[in-house]
């Protein structure tokens, strides 16, 4: 019989029960002096603690702060440091291998790692233990008189943005006001598609922004919200007619995995409870998505926006299927436009930056950087840094992130637009395209592909095939082949990782 309540694994808490554990630990972040605009920092896998303990901090009108748990300690460290964390709640094993607990100037409370954690991420059963100076989460949660003060303004997560320069940044959005709150509410609606009584399961980590978004809306309103360990596209399969799961948030690597199941897995599985399948957070090959429509039907929808503007964009499978290539038209109250460097409004089919403002959506800063926040505004619009362009009838498609781009010879080259045809090229699997530094053109195109398992890629045969497609200064001068491409957890390629050893001695970044 399908679950309620929030599900992880084998386990399985009924919602008055969540109500109530996160009402302790709301009572306990109290008594250790969080207050409203303080941060609790999370840094745990996927698990229902993370969203009683997110759900505490709110509850006080603090912010919780996930922190990738892939992170190095170093990264980890400068998180705390810069949000100012009053308390951190981790899983055992992260708290030991990264020595946390006994190097920490503020309280540390640990959750025990769950079994289903420790079996699928093959944990050392060495690393379990409760770190020396750390407070048991378990018992520290049952001791705690339930939070029953009055109710206040609930902040969203302090989501760190990874970029792709620098340090990551806070991105703390004000507490909304009861309108804002009431439009932002109809928009989540609009765009994750939960409601009231939803049957949600979330395969992405919760310490990225939408899916925590999502998770948090999922949990609250949902008849049940199930929790990935991690993604595996059978287990996705057998989750949804196990559950009868009707909302789901996704990545399109999880699709290309999905649709690389033999016909008999797929053809094994009851898919017919989806109703809302929305993805974000990198383009979506065309070929992909009508695949998937074919197989799922026209639930599959997408929107287009970042943690510092929002869900800007949405499309549905019809739009997807009329306009390919399409993140969308502009979601309700938003207000977009493609601007060029003077900040000059281009008209259809110009390419441009990308900015927006979404009416009701409440503004955000970058913690402790307000400077850096005022260099993504202009005329009360934001930008994430992407490069698109609006058809004729409103509909947005992207190019690139403008700090993606390449120049070589003074000529502006987006790697999505290469990344698109190497894609779509027998035996690719995955593919990054950067710029290495060049000489005499200050920057040359790379391409890192990694190969279909069994498939033998030749670099110059792949350069063959895309000078048939794209102009000859487009097609990369250096092709490598890898296996195991560094990638986050929400499956996005790390590419980061791939370009900087090859700047590392230029003394420049581009």
């Not at 002096?33 to 509850?59: E, H, K, P, W």
């Not at 049952?142 to 940044?169: D, E, F, N, V, W």
């Not at 595996?232 to 199941?261: G, H, N, Q, S, Y």
Request: include cysteine; aromatic fraction near 8%; proline fraction near 8%.
């Amino acid at each position: 019989m399908p679950s309620t309540g929030i599900v992880c694994g084998s386990r399985s808490v009924p919602k008055h029960e969540v109500e109530e554990q996160s009402r302790r630990i709301a009572g306990g972040l109290a008594a250790i002096d969080v207050r409203q605009g303080d941060c609790v920092a999370i840094l745990m896998r996927n698990d229902i603690a993370f969203l009683t303990a997110s759900y505490g901090a709110m509850m006080l009108g603090a912010y919780a702060v996930p922190i990738n748990w892939h992170f190095a300690a170093e990264e980890i460290a400068y998180i705390f440091g810069d949000s100012g964390a009053k308390v951190l709640i981790g899983h055992a094993d992260l708290l030991t291998l990264h020595g946390i607990a006994a190097a920490s100037r503020i309280p540390v409370v640990c959750a025990e790692t769950p079994p289903e954690i420790v079996a699928a991420y093959g944990i050392d059963p060495a690393l379990l233990a409760l770190p020396a100076g750390a407070i048991a989460f378990e018992s520290w949660t049952a001791a705690q008189q339930p939070y029953a003060g009055p109710p206040l303004p609930q902040p969203q997560s302090m989501i760190y943005t990874s970029g792709t320069t620098g340090r990551p940044k806070g991105v703390r959005r004000q507490a909304p006001t009861a309108d804002e709150q009431a439009k932002t509410e109809i928009l989540r609606s609009l765009v994750y598609g939960i409601k009231p009584g939803v049957r949600a399961l979330l395969p992405g980590p919760l310490y990225h922004s939408a899916p925590n978004s999502f998770g948090i809306r999922a949990g609250r309103l949902g008849e049940v919200l199930v929790l990935m360990l991690r993604f595996d596209a059978e287990d996705l399969l057998r989750l949804i007619e196990r559950e009868r799961i009707d909302t789901i948030f996704m990545v399109p690597t999880m699709f290309v995995r999905l649709l690389k199941l033999p016909q008999a897995v797929r053809r094994r599985y009851d898919v017919s409870s989806l109703r809302f399948v929305i993805h974000a957070a990198a383009p979506c090959p065309v070929d992909v998505k009508r695949a998937m429509i074919e197989w799922w039907g026209p639930v599959i929808w997408e929107f287009y926006g970042g943690t510092e503007s929002g869900p800007v964009t949405l499309a549905s499978s019809e739009d997807a299927l009329c306009k390919p290539g399409t993140v969308g038209r502009a979601t309700p109250g938003t207000d977009m436009r493609i601007l060029d460097e003077a900040g000059n409004a281009l008209p259809p089919g110009e390419i441009g930056e990308i900015f927006a403002r979404i009416d009701g959506y409440p503004d955000f800063t970058y913690h402790n950087l307000p400077q850096q926040r005022a260099e993504v505004a202009r005329d009360g619009l934001i930008t994430c840094g992407d490069v698109g362009y609006v058809d004729k009838d409103g509909y947005l498609f992207l190019c690139d992130r403008k700090r993606d781009m390449v120049i070589s010879g003074g000529v502006n080259i987006y790697p999505a637009e290469i990344e698109a045809v190497l894609h779509a090229l027998p035996g690719v699997h995955d593919c990054a395209v950067f710029g290495v530094p060049h000489a005499e053109f200050g920057e040359a195109l790379m391409a890192v592909v990694e190969p279909v398992p069994g498939a033998v890629l030749e670099p110059a045969v792949l350069r063959h095939e895309l000078a048939k497609h794209l102009a000859s200064y487009k097609v990369p001068s250096r092709i490598e082949i890898r296996s195991g491409l560094p990638r986050e957890d929400s499956g996005k390629i790390f590419k980061r990782r791939l370009r900087d050893p090859f700047w590392e001695g230029a003394g420049r970044r581009i």
